[in-house]
């Protein structure tokens, strides 16, 4: 086994006391101190997360949005410049290789960002889907670096560092949308993103620039409550908001139907995109499983791989579970047969040996003020 790889950003973690963890082949900061104090920082002023081991894959030419409505399932010609869309790339099956945002920077340029583990397998299948278009088809993910400042003081932090005309900008962005700014004098990609369940940004910039930014950031956001953040808190803020994790909730076994990912695969685009097929077939039949919000009615939590049951049937199993921070609940999702998923059911969670009651729930678990 190589060793993880590490991002432009790892000293300065190192330097602030991080832990770390392997992944995605990457030795990521797990956590600095207390991730729930981390956790807490994100809800009530802002974290700082190093998110550079995403990747990032640049398509651009005359057929560029041509060629993503045939290699994802949303419709992406339908973007306007400057907007950003969740979307996933599936195989022949209707499996998901991978859920992915993507920018539309111009309207033959695309900036496709897919998750860690998942960046080289993306990139080489939009490099092999991408045969008889008039595109070309760049993975920079080794020479960009990311950066997102998350929580609601995350205006507030980015108004110390840009000019009076970039502060407008940065305060009437809308969510998921992108635009080129200056921070802290860096060219940056500012995009209003994220995976938290709060306000909040994400910075694309070159690698040899991100440690600078990385410390101008920590020194703006003193005075209003940020702390860096790592990959620990990051898990529980996604799971408040009922947002998928690959490998958890998705997967190559899995189909955007079982996720409620259906509304995001469009069947109204002519493009004969990968998987289509299939997945008509698996829309048309129904989906077999169906991916729920479980509430713990008791005070332990259920974790995946956990099975889920009913009168001692077990009817599903949990994909990812710990004790909510924010409101103070054991909160899980879970795959479970399309019959139980109704709001209210009653199910119970087996933990080891031990039933413990919990309640199908409407998702997101948390939602932040507006």
């Not at 990747?55 to 992406?76: I, T």
């Not at 306007?80 to 599936?90: D, T």
């Not at 940004?201 to 410390?215: C, I, R, V």
């Not at 899995?254 to 077939?281: C, M, W």
Request: charged letters at 20%.
């Amino acid at each position: 086994m190589s060793d993880p790889k590490k991002t432009s950003l790892h000293a300065k973690h190192a330097e602030l006391g991080a832990s770390f963890t392997d992944f995605g082949g990457w030795d990521m900061p797990l956590k600095y101190g207390s991730e729930l104090a981390e956790h807490k920082a994100v809800r009530a002023t802002a974290g700082l997360f190093d998110l550079s081991h995403m990747g990032e894959v640049w398509v651009e030419g005359p057929e560029a949005a041509k060629f993503l409505n045939s290699a994802l399932a949303g419709n992406m010609a339908i973007m306007a410049v400057g907007r950003a869309k969740y979307s996933v790339i599936c195989n022949e099956a209707g499996g998901i290789i991978d859920d992915l945002i993507t920018y539309r920077r111009g309207e033959e340029k695309f900036l496709v960002v897919p998750n860690a583990g998942n960046a080289p397998v993306v990139a080489a299948a939009l490099a092999e889907r991408a045969a008889g278009f008039d595109v070309v088809v760049t993975d920079a993910s080794a020479d960009t670096s990311l950066i997102a400042v998350q929580g609601p003081a995350s205006v507030a932090i980015l108004h110390e560092l840009v000019d009076e005309a970039t502060k407008s900008l940065v305060s009437d962005m809308k969510y998921y949308a992108a635009d080129d700014a200056t921070v802290a004098g860096f060219d940056v990609l500012l995009a209003r993103t994220g995976y938290t369940g709060e306000d909040g940004f994400e910075l694309y910039l070159p690698n040899d620039q991100a440690p600078a930014l990385w410390e101008a950031l920590m020194n703006a956001g003193a005075n209003h409550g940020l702390i860096p953040a790592g990959l620990a808190c990051r898990d529980s803020l996604r799971l408040e908001a009922g947002m998928p994790l690959y490998g958890n909730e998705l997967s190559l076994e899995g189909n955007p139907f079982e996720a409620n990912l259906g509304p995001i695969v469009s069947f109204k685009k002519e493009e004969d995109f990968t998987g289509r097929k299939a997945l008509e077939a698996i829309k048309a039949e129904g989906a077999k499983k169906v991916l729920v919000g479980l509430k713990g009615l008791g005070r332990r939590a259920g974790r995946g791989g956990y099975p889920v049951s009913v009168d001692g049937t077990q009817i599903g199993a949990v994909t990812s579970g710990q004790p909510s921070p924010t409101l103070g609940y054991p909160v899980a999702l879970a795959y479970v047969e399309p019959a139980f998923a109704e709001i209210g059911t009653k199910v119970d969670v087996d933990l080891r040996g031990k039933p413990e009651a919990f309640e199908v729930v409407a998702l997101p678990f948390y939602t932040r003020a507006k």
